[in-house]
């Protein structure tokens, strides 16, 4: 099934979808740790990894429950499917990794996003109608760029231990998320 045509309000929440991620790809580890973007930019602690790396885990999840419920195309709510599961098991992956309890992901998780990942998921919760999937597809294209580019970092800078051999083991299931995304955009 093809991607219908944007609507105008589908337009202008892309066009603010482009205006805030660009401004997260360029913030950097001098603005201090709490405003490094979710790209990694000068994450080599554990604590700041796994910050992010649940920011944007949730981010995935949240979106993806919503691409289940509203997206027309059945290629769109199939992926969102699967990144629903896999990243619920990433999530088990990263509590295994640093000993620290899996947060339920059945409650409100808010508080553990980002600023710039809230953003984006209050974003797309306005989206309505024709110009979903789209703006779902461009979410995740730009939500998994920022986490291979995350991950990477950390399996390349990150302190040695389970934390990183987590982002080093996920990393490649990472990646082939951002190719299924690319290919969803070329639909």
Known sequence: MPIPVL??????????????LPAV?????????????????G??????????????????IRSSEMARDRAASDAVKAFAE??????????QGMAEASGTALP?????????????HA??????DATQ???FDVAYVTLQNQAHDQAV???????TNGEEGPVKAFAEATLPKLQHHLEMAQSLAQR
């Open 7 to 20: 609507s105008r309000p589908a337009v202008l929440m892309l066009v603010g979808l482009s205006l805030t």
């Open 25 to 41: 790809a360029q913030t950097t580890s001098a603005d201090g740790p709490a405003a490094d973007s979710a790209a990694g930019v």
């Open 43 to 60: 994450i080599t602690k554990d604590a700041d990894f796994l910050r992010l790396a649940t920011s944007a885990n949730i981010l995935e």
């Open 82 to 91: 699967q990144m629903i599961a896999d990243h619920t098991a990433a999530m």
């Open 104 to 116: 339920d992901l059945s409650t409100d998780l808010s508080a553990m996003l980002d600023p710039q």
């Open 119 to 124: 953003t984006l998921l209050q974003q797309l």
């Open 129 to 131: 109608g024709d110009g």
């Open 149 to 155: 580019a995350l991950f990477q970092t950390y399996a």
